[in-house]
T-cell receptor, first 114, second 111 residues
């Protein structure tokens, strides 16, 4: 199993550009999520999904869109990048929800917006 | 808003010593989880403790939970240089879908 994979590992954007961060998991997990991590901060939840076709907002959803067309993939779209979105982005998955299940994290995407 | 807050923010110890990190949270929870993050890497799950559990062990890790004080502690015994990492607690705030992380404790184990 590859676990949770993310691409790209690094990305530099100019303000106003759009891009999609890719996330995939091969563990047949129902729950997937996106976090951002800023210096000195813990992870903050952006969006999550409890299954194909079902997504919901987390703590900091503004400026980001998600969709979940398959169980395996959960892409994160930046519609019009802003310097405030400079961060490290982590995708994670778990079997079913978080109540008694651990999350498996991807290696992260380091994004810089100029 | 940060649900869990770790203390201390940074901890430096010698190899072989024990390391204790604390986590405080604000609302009732179903479970509390601890994660480790090595520099520049993703988070790795260490241990999950349910709200009706008071203590849990996994190898050199010991986690306690006091729901009356809304606090948890992570003890790493006989630390090794490889334990150098940031440690985060995460709580579900009663939700099955939203996990809130603290800012973490940076542990440095000196050889």
């Amino acid at each position: 199993n590859a676990g949770v994979t993310q691409t790209p590992k690094f990305q530099v954007l100019k303000t106003g550009q759009s891009m999609t961060l890719q996330c995939a998991q091969d563990m047949n997990h129902e729950y997937m999520s996106w976090y951002r991590q800023d210096p000195g901060m813990g992870l903050r939840l952006i969006h999550y999904s409890v299954g194909a076709g079902i997504t919901d907002q987390g703590e900091v959803p503004n400026g980001y869109n998600v969709s979940r067309s398959t169980t395996e993939d959960f892409p994160l779209r930046l519609l019009s990048a802003a310097p405030s979105q400079t961060s490290v982005y982590f995708c994670a998955s778990s079997y079913r929800g978080l109540m008694y299940n651990e999350q498996f994290f991807g290696p992260g995407t380091r994004l810089t917006v100029l | 808003s940060q649900q869990g807050e770790e203390d201390p923010q940074a901890l430096s110890i010698q190899e072989g010593e024990n390391a204790t990190m604390n986590c405080s949270y604000k609302t009732s929870i179903n479970n509390l989880q601890w994660y480790r993050q090595n520099s520049g890497r993703g988070l790795v799950h260490l241990i999950l403790i349910r709200s009706n559990e008071r203590e849990k062990h996994s190898g050199r890790l010991r986690v306690t939970l006091d729901t009356s004080k809304k606090s948890s502690s992570l003890l790493i015994t006989a630390s090794r240089a490889a334990d150098t990492a940031s440690y985060f607690c995460a709580t579900d705030g009663g939700s099955n879908y939203k996990l809130t992380f603290g800012k973490g404790t940076l542990l440095t184990v000196n050889p």
